[in-house]
T-cell receptor, first 110, second 113 residues
């Protein structure tokens, strides 16, 4: 069965303290791996799409990487405004079905 | 470019009542999705449309949920009758085509009492 697992469930960082969020996936053929940011009371906001192992994408303090089994979202020198829930989702090649993980809730303290 | 629009933003109903949600996708997007997001969980796909045809509705509780996209543009999701466990955020998303990046609306927050 297709599955996406994110860890940790919650992460508390001090401002400037770099860290990584993990997304492990098991799908019947990966077509794409997506990262979204979700603020309280809002819909998910698109961040990155990764298509093949070894691919990396960056945006400001965020960098997403992909291997054959997992993806990482690296946050460098985070700021309080980076506090949000980060969701990853895997799209399989079979039915074009997107499976979301439960998310990692990130709290960055000034 | 206008984003995905949803209404209402909030709805409170009593169990066994009915409720409907509306979604207008980004112009030109052929694929439309409805997700259910329970507090503390990731979005769960309920139904996916390609133009006005259903691509996947395997996780839609068809005894109480229905959805339509008659003209291949906007869509409605209906719950009848509602149960307490339907309390959740209902998210609509759209993409240029199946398999492309999905863009989400703000969601409708439903509370069933």
């Amino acid at each position: 069965e297709d599955q996406v697992t994110q860890s940790p469930e919650a992460l508390r960082l001090q401002e400037g303290e770099s860290s990584s969020l993990n997304c492990s996936y098991t799908v019947s053929g990966l077509r794409g791996l997506f990262w979204y940011r979700q603020d309280p009371g809002k819909g998910p906001e698109f961040l990155f799409t990764l298509y093949s192992a070894g691919e990396e994408k960056e945006k400001e303090r965020l960098k997403a990487t992909l291997t054959k089994k997992e993806s990482f979202l690296h946050i460098t020198a985070p700021k309080p405004e980076d506090s949000a829930t980060y969701l990853c989702a895997a799209l399989n090649t079979g039915g074009f079905k997107t499976i979301f993980g439960a998310g990692t809730r990130l709290f960055v303290k000034a | 470019e206008a984003g995905v629009a949803q209404s209402p933003r909030y709805k409170i109903i009593e169990k066994r009542q009915s409720v409907a949600f509306w979604c207008n996708p980004i112009s030109g997007h052929a694929t439309l999705y409805w997700y259910q997001q329970i507090l503390g969980q990731g979005p769960k796909l309920l139904i996916q449309f390609q133009n006005n045809g259903v691509v996947d509705d395997s996780q839609l509780p068809k005894d109480r949920f229905s959805a339509e996209r008659l003209k291949g543009v906007d869509s409605t999701l209906k719950i009848q009758p509602a149960k307490l466990e339907d309390s959740a955020v209902y998210l609509c998303a759209s993409s240029f085509s199946s398999g492309e990046t999905q863009y989400f609306g703000p969601g409708t927050r439903l509370l069933v009492l």
